[in-house]
């Protein structure tokens, strides 16, 4: 489970929340699940899995493929699913000014999985100083403060419609 660090105040108030796809990639070794995670460059420490914002006049699906290639290099993903249901988080105060007017994100969760791993090479603006396939029991262990209370929500709803998706991949 994440722990929230209260080191930092939340945006506060009403404003708007900026549209975004999240990609829980699944792979199968053996009998465990593993999920790709990242490693922020601006975070050391802190992983999460590739999401990104959903620009104006796209889709969530295309947005979903187009932020899983732009952070990972990946070119080739299977889509799964989506979890039901929105998910939202508000932007530390320190990161709100580059997210302006919006105070956070509402996220839509798709699962999928791929043959292919991380590709440094293809990605051309980094956001990640590393990625790694890790149990999905360990999934939860260092995510990004800010994101806990999503992260375990999420993780909690994966587990459980898990043995739905395995016939899948």
Known sequence: MIRMMETEALCAGDGPYRPNVAALILRRNG???LIL???RLNMPGAWQWPQGGI???EDA???LHREVLEETGIDRLTVLGQLEGRYRYRFPV???ARF???IGQTQTYFIATTSQDYNPSAVREPEFMRMKWLPLDRAGESGVWFKADVYNRVLKELKRILPSINAKF
């Open 94 to 96: 320190s990161i709100a």
């Open 31 to 33: 009998p465990e699940t």
């Open 37 to 39: 995670m990242g490693e």
């Open 55 to 57: 620009d104006e006049g």
């Open 100 to 102: 302006v007017p919006y």
């Open 61 to 63: 699906l295309a947005a």
